[in-house]
């Protein structure tokens, strides 16, 4: 398989280099030939590897003007929509995408070359002997790696199901795997990566971008939530220790809310307060964060940019579902109608809102290298996880769960909710996931997970199978999973059948 091959140039790369430093801009040091692989560096070294393909949740889709693989789980919502045809938007309006659409060989390309780096580090860094390193800072930094190959594999089963099984580096070029059951990778390398991540020392916040205690068990906290969900009904057993992660991080994590929206986007708010865990960007090419312009109104000469390009956008309907005095669609908060034109300074009013949430100031006005990070877990998320689950596993909300649900109603300028059942509370909690984590690829997997849909037109949550999109396309059993990419199943005949309807 094409990919698994690439895993092979993967772990020559990182047997040949090390870094200074985690996420370090400057370019790596090279290790020669006599060089002693038995050092703290090169541990290091292997345990920073795994990180590198977190970049590939923005990766550039090749063949594409503005395409990315965010884009995918925008578009597959009903509710973006974009100035581009060249992303590919057409066949995501229209499901009628297919093996060969853009996005699905990028996104299994870069969870594979992820879990090759994972792999390495996890079998490798235990052998290593030096002074000065030891067995605790060995045993975080595997999980560290066992974190990140637990979040690659995580991405994988929601999107394709069934995905082949790799838990070693590859000995040869002989790659013909088998997919596993969703289930089956869940049960076999998702979680037990996580609890075993869950005993190391890792301490709960890193303001450097590695893997936290906070991040492991936001993380579970969310593999658990989806695991009692539809695709495979874990049931209460799962809900509760969903909910059980994500107090933890609540209570003990030393996180805190945001004050107002836009610190969310401010370069020196990276790694702290709300944000839990984030893909590591820079001001510095080719670390540069592509959602700043990928989000700016196309051709909107409002930016240093020279691309600007419009690529993901609200539809009109999704902004007019929020309820009356959401603060959220307040003008420069979650989204903006109008900007100064970076040449004359006269007001350029867009046609639609847009995305204000990776609106890197500096960027657009003065540099066009955006230094942003790209949010993974943020503690607003964690908390309405807990909500989520707390609701289901005890058949109804508690204190805490209420509470939290406030909080983030409070933000927004909205009152408190009212004493609501189980079954309110948890459409309450999924609608303010929809309006507090929209656009950071949560909503489509929180469609897949519920097998509902919030319908902006009536207001009613639809059933995933059957509802219609405001474009007119309905959703159908084909779409729960994407379909495993054509140029993945010519090479490895044995991942065929396909997913249903492809």
């Known amino acids: ?9 993967v772990t020559c790369l990182l047997l040949a280099c090390s870094c200074k430093k985690f996420l370090e801009e400057k370019p790596s040091s090279f290790l020669t030939p006599g060089s002693n692989l038995s050092s703290a560096k090169v541990a290091r070294a292997l345990a920073n590897g795994g990180y590198q393909n977190l970049q590939g949740l923005l990766s550039g889709q090749s063949g594409s003007y503005g395409g990315n693989t965010w884009n995918l789980m ?19 309006q229209t499901l009628n995408y297919n093996s060969t659409s853009f996005y699905f060989d990028t996104w299994w390309q870069q969870m594979y070359l992820g879990i090759g780096a994972t792999n390495l580090a996890i079998q490798k860094i235990p052998t290593i002997t030096a002074s000065g390193l030891t067995d605790e800072a060995k045993n975080n930094m595997v999980a560290e790696a066992r974190t990140l190959r637990a979040l690659y ?19 040869d070029l002989n790659l013909q795997v088998a997919r596993t059951p969703a289930k089956q990778i869940y049960d076999d390398i998702i979680i037990p990566d996580l609890l075993a991540a869950e ?66 986007i401010i370069p020196a708010n990276k790694n702290s307060g709300e944000f839990i865990f984030q893909v590591q960007y820079a001001a510095a090419v080719p670390s540069t964060n592509p959602l700043t312009a990928l989000t700016i109104p196309n051709y909107s000469k409002i930016s240093k940019y020279s691309d600007e390009y419009g690529s993901v956008y609200p539809t009109a309907q999704f902004i007019a579902s929020y309820p009356a005095g959401d603060k959220r669609v307040d003008e420069k908060q979650f989204f903006y109608t109008s900007y100064p034109n970076i040449n004359t300074g006269a007001t350029v009013t867009f046609t639609n809102r847009y995305i204000y949430k990776w609106f890197d100031q500096n960027a657009v006005t003065t540099t066009a290298k955006s230094d942003l990070n790209y949010t993974i877990y943020r503690l607003a998320d964690v908390m309405l996880m807990y909500a989520e689950a707390a609701n289901q596993a005890e058949n109804g909300p508690n ?39 929209c656009f950071e690829n949560k909503m489509w997997f929180d469609m897949v997970r519920t097998r509902k849909v919030h319908n902006d037109v009536t207001g009613n949550w639809d059933n995933f199978v059957g509802h219609q999109t405001v474009f007119g396309s309905t959703f159908a059993e084909k779409q729960l999973l994407f379909p495993v990419p054509k140029q993945e199943t010519d090479v490895n005949p044995k ?4 997913n249903t309807g492809f």
């Not at 695991?227 to 009904?233: D, E, F, S, V, W």
């Open 1 to 9: 398989m094409k990919t698994f091959k690439n895993i092979l140039v």
């Open 399 to 437: 204190a805490d769960a209420i509470s939290y649900v406030n909080a983030i109603r409070a933000r927004a300028n909205l009152g408190p909710t009212l004493a609501l059942t189980k079954d309110l509370f948890e459409k309450e909690v999924w609608l303010q996931r929809y309006y507090e984590l």
């Open 74 to 92: 925008e578009f597959m919502t009903g509710k973006a929509n974009s100035d581009l045809g060249q992303t590919g938007f057409v066949s995501f």
């Open 153 to 171: 594999y995580f991405y994988l089963v929601r999107m394709y199901g069934a995905v082949p099984e790799i838990t070693a580096p590859p000995k």
């Open 199 to 264: 005993k190391s020392t890792l301490p709960y916040k890193d303001a450097t971008g590695k893997v936290s205690m906070g991040a492991v068990k936001s993380l579970l906290a969310d593999v658990y939530l989806t695991y009692a969900g539809a695709a495979i009904n874990g049931g209460t057993a799962a809900y509760a220790e969903s909910a059980k992660r994500s107090l933890d991080v609540i209570k003990n994590g030393g996180y805190t809310l945001f004050p107002q929206y836009t610190d969310m």
């Open 495 to 498: 991942l065929l059948p396909n």
